[in-house]
């Protein structure tokens, strides 16, 4: 890898760390991928190998049918009408967020707030804590290569804070070679202004999980944290309660589930301290003279109809995660990761971005990303492509307004529980081939 550019966002990080407390994954053999790969209904009909999971995963039957049942039997809304349609699907919704809530590591159901995305769930945390409790110079500590649902949303917070006369500072932090946020630059940057610190816990580009266990201790407890959990989530196990998380988000379509749904955990030490969000109809406010008066958690940030048939979705998805466990599947993942980095580390020309290529010990997550000499990312995507392999390709996500942020156009594989050694070993051929005709 080459050295980070004077003012680049990379930064070295000398200390050799395995994994952090609460990923500590067992060795373990490969799941029976064909056996799993049975539960996926497009990956049967399509010999393209899947390598774009970090975007959105393969959606198993039993999720599917979850869908297609809410459409086609006892169509009804939850949490309004008191006949047993309605009522069941009440209890329904009710279940699954109580198991969501233990799958998460959550300590109260009521912790559990449904969304439309992480995207919708990260604008929440936003608006309904940011408006409320930013004062004037407050600052917010963020991550300017994080996905932009991690990133746009504290511009945003910031310009409309603005109009009221609210001035809030946005501190970037570095990210170090191994991909993960630099506890080391975070700490010289918390001042006693600093209210939020914002992070990945497995980043969408680089491939590596962040706790900010390194602050324990360090900052001020009264300091929020608020992880971005879309890629960790159904890939490897995430005990919120163990992350120290004051706010966590989730994308039920990057965990088998369905586009459309999210899941933000917010803590009960920070309830009373939140607007209501998106007040409507059954959002958990009442209305009185003197205005809007917010009610309990989670319907206050619940306005509306939920997508009821992507929460039931959820919960099917999270049994089936269940069936694998989130060990098993992140150890396959890890397997598939270092078989991945090795087959592409005697490609010609080719560049790892920071990440687990870089680790002093064997991790991996499921995501690698590269870049190949005398070929544009688009270009290798393109072709592997055509050649029945599945990739991302470009910044990922990653706000294009980002100083560097072109080191970041890259080619990203990522992995899941259905994918194959085999699958991994041709793939890294055809890289190897793609890189020998353009050198």
């Known amino acids: 890898m080459r050295s980070p550019a004077p003012g680049s966002h990379f930064t070295r990080f000398p200390a050799a760390r ?67 349609w309605a009522t069941e699907l009440t209890a329904r919704i009710s279940d699954v967020r109580a198991r969501t809530a233990a799958f998460l590591g959550a300590r109260h159901a009521d912790e559990v707030v449904f969304t439309g995305g992480a995207t919708a769930a990260l604008n929440a945390v936003a608006l309904s804590w940011g408006l409320a409790e930013l004062a004037d110079g407050d600052e917010i500590l963020y991550n300017p290569r994080d996905h932009a649902s991690a990133v746009h949303p504290w511009h945003h917070l910031r310009g409309l804070l603005a109009r009221f006369g609210r001035r809030v500072e946005l501190i970037p932090y570095r990210t170090t070679e191994l991909g993960e946020a630099d506890p080391a630059d975070i700490l010289a940057k918390v001042t006693p202004r600093t209210r939020l610190i914002v992070t990945s816990h497995l980043h969408h580009v680089f491939g590596a999980v962040t706790t900010l266990e390194e602050l324990r201790g360090r900052i001020d407890p009264s300091v929020l944290l608020c992880f971005d959990c879309s890629q960790s989530g159904g890939h490897l196990p995430v005990d919120v309660t163990e992350l120290g998380a004051d706010f966590a988000v989730f994308a039920a379509h990057k965990m088998f589930g369905a586009p459309g749904t999210g899941i933000l955990y917010c803590r009960r030490r920070i309830h009373d301290r939140l607007l209501p969000f998106l007040p409507g109809g059954n959002s958990g406010v009442r209305l009185t003279e003197a205005g809007l008066v917010g009610g309990a958690m989670p319907e206050l940030l619940e306005g509306g109809t939920h997508n009821i048939p992507g929460i039931l979705a959820l919960g099917s998805a999270l049994d089936v995660l269940e069936s694998f466990g989130l060990e098993a599947i992140a150890a396959h993942n890890r397997e598939l990761t270092l078989r991945l980095l090795d087959g592409l580390r005697a490609v010609p020309g080719l560049e790892f971005l920071p990440g687990p290529a870089y680790a002093p010990c064997a991790v991996g997550y499921g995501i690698v990303s590269f870049r190949l000499a005398g070929i544009t990312a688009a270009d290798v995507g393109f072709v592997l492509g055509q050649l029945g392999f599945l990739v991302r390709t470009g910044l990922h996500c990653t706000p294009a307004a980002d100083p560097g942020a072109d080191d970041l156009d890259s080619v990203r594989v990522s992995t899941h529980v259905y994918n194959t050694l085999d699958e991994i070993d041709r793939f890294t051929a055809c890289v190897t081939t793609i890189a020998e005709e353009v050198t």
Do not use: C
Request: charged share 15%; net charge positive; aromatic share 6%.
């Open 18 to 84: 395995g994994h952090s407390a609460g990923h500590r994954i067992p060795a373990s053999p490969p799941l029976l991928s064909a056996k799993v790969r049975a539960l996926f209904p497009a990956l049967a009909e399509a010999s393209e190998v899947y390598l774009d999971s970090a975007a959105t995963t393969q959606k198993p039957l039993p999720v599917v049918e979850a869908i297609h049942r809410y459409h086609s039997s006892r169509t009804a809304n939850a949490g309004r009408g008191t006949y047993p």
